[in-house]
């Protein structure tokens, strides 16, 4: 039997409660929890004359487990549409979720909240994972999304209308095992949709967010237009995802009013920025290998001035109190999971600092998830998810891609070779 203690060293560690880095400390982790964060000598004298494994990652920075507060685990990544991924038969989704998931592990994400798979595949893929038959993320589910008939991701399996049938769903997903509840409060990318008008009316919606409450769960809204996120704050949504702010014709434009009530209430915004660029930067790839159409400069000229669209406005967000967290998107459009430092990236292009970014996809996601009591830090009696990193993560947010190794549950993952953890990173263009 191997000593369920262990003692972690390395030459920084963040905690994420923290900017000040922590040196010549040690993590003691005891089964799958943290049971003791001091200085070096006193974590010696602990385990003293008791049987424990040395983890020793002098050179390396010591980091809380990211989370990922927006997944598609039964995404692509390669540009196919929701409605063709639909089609796809459940089986071969929850195989495609359980690559993804070990893909997420592998990338420092030990935490993911998922954003809307079709029928159960995820809380399948969940079964197997608990049961240790699979291995991904610690994961936060929602089972698929409530979407009105022919609304957003629809074709997943739960349309509904009506105050009695939303209130019915909703139950039935708590059944099942929903952790939250994620709704499609405007269209998407789905071809029956309208990105630009809201969908449920209002007393569907409150009935929504009303039963999720009385069960203790928090909702979430996808919102590809201003309405849609003015909605969400008449009926106390908790997570306003996307948050773009588009008028009823089609217009950008900023709504100070409605960003100040989102700085105002208790919802966190999702921007997913970098789901946009994606786009852009697929374009862009194809356009180095061939002459583009007409058709597509046009297109990747529009994605390039969405993406700048939404950085512009979530920089205002930020500058306004919003709590912004990062959420990825992927793997949805062309967006693969594995990369959610792009997300984190963009994030901080749009005015976090450093530190900020560094919460965003640590304690603050953990925080907006309502995790943060077992998740998003290292502190004492949280769970000993942690990463192993190269480089200062608060000189650059970029180096939390540059992942040494993965301790979930207080276990070293297995993450296979360098070239297999290679094969899922998308770079620019
Ligand atoms: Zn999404």
């Not at 030990?110 to 595949?121: F, Q």
Request: glycine share 10%; aromatic share 6%.
């Amino acid at each position: 039997m191997r000593p369920s203690k262990k003692v972690v060293l390395a030459s920084q560690i963040i905690d994420g409660t923290s900017m000040d880095p922590l040196k010549d400390h040690a993590v003691l982790i005891e089964g799958s929890n943290i049971v003791k964060i001091a200085k070096k000598i006193e974590i010696f004298q602990i385990v003293e004359n008791q049987e424990y494994d040395l983890l020793d990652y002098t050179g390396f920075v010591l980091i809380p487990g990211m989370v990922d507060c927006h997944t598609h685990h039964n995404g692509f990544g390669d540009g196919r549409l929701g409605d063709e991924i639909a089609k796809i038969p459940d089986e071969i989704l929850t195989l495609k979720s359980a690559s993804n998931a070990r893909v997420a592990l592998f990338s420092g994400i030990t935490t993911i909240r998922e954003n809307g798979p079709k029928n159960k595949t995820m809380f399948r893929l969940r079964d197997s994972i608990q049961s240790g038959k699979e291995i991904g993320p610690r994961m936060n589910l929602c089972g698929s999304p409530v979407s009105i008939i022919g609304g957003h991701m629809g074709y997943f399996g739960g349309e509904v209308t009506g105050v009695f049938e939303v209130t019915r769903y909703v139950r039935s997903l708590i059944k099942e095992g929903a952790d939250y509840i994620k709704i499609t409060q405007t269209g998407g990318t789905t071809k029956t949709s309208s990105p630009l008008l809201p969908a449920f009316n209002l007393d569907e919606l409150e009935a929504i967010t009303k039963e999720a409450k009385k069960f203790g769960k928090l909702t979430a809204t996808h919102c590809l237009s201003t309405e849609g996120i003015i909605n969400s704050l008449d009926t106390g949504v908790d997570m306003v995802i996307h948050g773009v702010f588009k008028e009823p014709d089609g217009t950008d434009k900023f709504r100070e009013d409605v960003a100040e009530r989102l700085a105002e209430s208790r919802a966190f915004v999702n921007p997913t920025l970098h789901v946009f660029r994606a786009r852009a930067w697929e374009m862009e790839k194809l356009g180095l290998q061939r002459k583009l159409t007409k058709n597509e400069i046009k297109l990747f000229d529009q994605h390039r001035r969405n993406f700048d669209q939404r950085l512009i406005d979530c920089s205002k967000m930020i500058e306004m109190g919003v709590k912004v967290i990062t959420g990825s998107d992927s793997s949805w459009g062309d967006y693969k999971l594995g990369n959610t430092i792009h997300e984190t990236e963009c994030i901080n292009m749009a005015g976090y600092s450093n530190f900020q970014s560094f919460q965003s996809v640590t304690l603050e996601a953990a925080k907006a998830l309502d995790m943060d009591n077992s998740v998003g830090s290292l502190e004492v009696g949280k769970k000993a998810d942690m990463v192993v990193i190269k480089g200062d993560p608060l000189e650059d947010i970029g180096n939390l891609r540059n992942v040494f190794e993965v301790i979930f549950n207080g276990e070293i993952i297995n993450r296979g070779s360098k070239d297999s953890n290679m094969s899922y990173i998308q770079s620019p263009p």
